[in-house]
């Protein structure tokens, strides 16, 4: 039985939700996104985006717990007449290769068929959605955040 648990986020964990947002950008592209834009964060305006999401209702949104501490979310569109979209998925560096962002993916987007954008430069994230049935499709675009360049990578049905 692992020690963490999927839960729903609920409108009190929506800050704790944008504080692991922000930490995991800053563990997971230490080396890959500019430091000024890592040290930008806003947390008010990263847990006012989060609280919008949740209170919409038009994402599903586990967030994983170990005990009383969030330690990893995953954000995904819910809509049940287009494709869904997994926008994030992000776990602490202390909780990689444990399962946790296996069981967020599959509570955050169940089946197929599913879209998903990750940085070129990422092959740790590439190997984990080739993982999950996720393939590069050949589409490519600048993430309108950092500028970097990313693939666009789709699940499809089966």
Same mark, same amino acid.
């Given at each position: 039985m692992p020690d963490w648990r999927i839960a729903p986020l609920t409108a009190n964990r929506v800050t704790e939700l944008a504080a692991c947002h922000i930490a995991s950008w800053r563990e997971a592209y230490g080396t890959l996104v500019p430091a000024h834009i890592l040290d930008?964060?806003?947390? &008010?305006?990263? !847990?006012?985006? $989060?609280? @919008? %999401?949740?209170? &919409?209702?038009?994402?599903?949104? =586990?967030?994983? /717990?170990?005990?009383? %501490? /969030?330690?990893? *979310?995953?954000? !995904?569109?819910?809509? =049940? #007449? +287009?494709?869904? &979209?997994? &926008? +994030?998925?992000?776990? @602490?560096?202390a909780w990689h290769g444990t399962g946790v962002a296996d069981a967020l993916i599959e509570t955050a987007a169940p089946g197929s068929p599913c879209?998903? $954008?990750? *940085? +070129?430069?990422? =092959? @740790? #994230?590439? !190997?984990?959605? @080739? %993982?999950?049935? *996720? +393939?590069?499709?050949?589409?490519? %675009? !600048?993430? =309108?955040f950092t500028l970097l360049p990313e693939l666009l990578w789709r699940r499809e049905p089966g």
């Open positions: 930008g964060f806003d947390l &008010e305006r990263s !847990a006012i985006t $989060w609280e @919008r %999401r949740r209170a &919409e209702g038009t994402h599903h949104l =586990p967030v994983a /717990l170990a005990g009383d %501490r /969030l330690i990893g *979310f995953a954000s !995904a569109t819910d809509s =049940p #007449a +287009a494709e869904s &979209e997994l &926008e +994030a998925l992000y776990v @602490r560096s879209t998903l $954008w990750v *940085f +070129a430069d990422y =092959p @740790r #994230a590439h !190997a984990f959605y @080739r %993982r999950h049935g *996720f +393939a590069d499709t050949g589409i490519r %675009r !600048a993430d =309108p």
